[in-house]
Nanobody, 121 residues
Framework: QLQLVESGGGLVQPGESLRLSCTAS???????IGWFRQAPGNEREGIAC????????RYVDSVKGRFTISRHFGKNTVYLQMNNLKPDDTSVYYC???????????????WGQGTQVTVSP
C-alpha cells in the first residue's frame, strides 16, 4: 500500500542543477530508497541508493560525483540532488522503496508516474 510520489523535475540546460523529491504518506525510515531513470527506448536504470539507516550510499558510475541521494529521518522524503546535468541525464526519474535495508529485488511499493527531467541546450 506504500505509494511514493516523485516531483521536482523540469527542463534545464546542461550544467544546471535540479533536486528531485520522493515523498510518501507513511514513514520511509525502515526502507532503503533508490532512484531510477528510464529514457525512451532504454531499460529502467538504477542510479542511486541510500540504505535504510542512511549511513551508506552508492551510485552508478555515470552519475557518481554529480548526483547525491539523501534522506531526512522524521520526514517522509528522500531527495536526489542532481548537479552538472548533462543531456544524457534526460529521463523520467522514479524512486522505489526496498525491504532489506539496501536497494535490491524486493520493492515495497509500485512504480509511480515518475518525474520528467529534460536537459537540453
Amino acid at each position: 500500500q506504500l505509494q511514493l510520489v516523485e516531483s521536482g523535475g523540469g527542463l534545464v540546460q546542461p550544467g544546471e542543477s535540479l533536486r528531485l523529491s520522493c515523498t510518501a504518506s507513511g514513514s520511509l525510515d525502515k526502507y532503503a530508497i533508490g532512484w531510477f531513470r528510464q529514457a525512451p527506448g532504454n531499460e529502467r536504470e538504477g542510479i542511486a541508493c541510500v540504505s535504510s539507516s542512511g549511513g551508506s550510499t552508492r551510485y552508478v558510475d555515470s552519475v557518481k560525483g554529480r548526483f547525491t541521494i539523501s534522506r531526512h529521518f522524521g520526514k517522509n522524503t528522500v531527495y536526489l540532488q542532481m548537479n552538472n546535468l548533462k543531456p544524457d541525464d534526460t529521463s523520467v526519474y522514479y524512486c522505489g522503496a526496498f525491504e532489506l535495508g539496501w536497494c535490491g529485488a524486493t520493492m515495497a511499493d509500485p512504480w509511480g508516474q515518475g518525474t520528467q527531467v529534460t536537459v537540453s541546450p
